[in-house]
């Protein structure tokens, strides 16, 4: 395992987790979001981000862990890629971490990417596109049938699919220092 894609809903620990195995492999740490994301939110275009996702990949020789989502990159990403970890947690751990995750980030104003802090509309707008609350609660089941049709699709056959279904075995997957030994598999 030296690229690995994390990939999961937003609040499912996918930059914990791609930051730890970063850290206990000696690898890069890409987030998606962080190159994405500009100052006061605004989206890099399609050519750019994938551009800019290329060029991280490059200068990261011996190897790295990407965490996102994004639909621009995941060709590219996979391609390069030899593992998929998808954090596959159950709904309802999700959405207490991502609202959990959000308050805070928006009392205490933290600065995410380039700038950009929480908004308060967060918390109160209905519009997947305007609260990450809400965003993760639609995207939950897309993105489960989303990746478990991949982890069956034969264009994606050259990579390892490490499915992570419960909070414990995100944990062991973090602690444990043999890389070869993995938590359950589903």
Known sequence: MRRISV?????????????????????????LDAIFHQPNWQGLASDEFRRQVAARL???????VVCGNYSAVRPDLWNAADTIVWLDLPRHVVMRRVTV????????????WNGNREPWSNLYRWDP????IRWSWTRHPILRH????????????????????????????????DANRTPRMY
Not at 168 to 177: C, I, K, M, Q, Y
């Open 7 to 31: 990939v999961g809903s937003s609040g499912s620990g996918k930059s914990t987790l791609a930051r730890g195995l970063a850290d206990r492999l000696g690898l890069a740490h890409i987030e």
């Open 129 to 132: 596109e305007s609260n990450v």
């Open 146 to 177: 989303r990746y478990a049709a991949a982890m069956l699709d034969p264009q994606w056959a050259h990579l390892r699919f490490v499915r992570l279904c419960h909070a414990s075995d995100v944990e062991l997957a973090l602690s444990v220092p």
């Open 101 to 112: 995750r959000t308050i805070r980030r928006v009392v205490s104003r933290e600065e995410l």
């Open 58 to 64: 490059a200068g990261a020789p011996n190897g790295w």
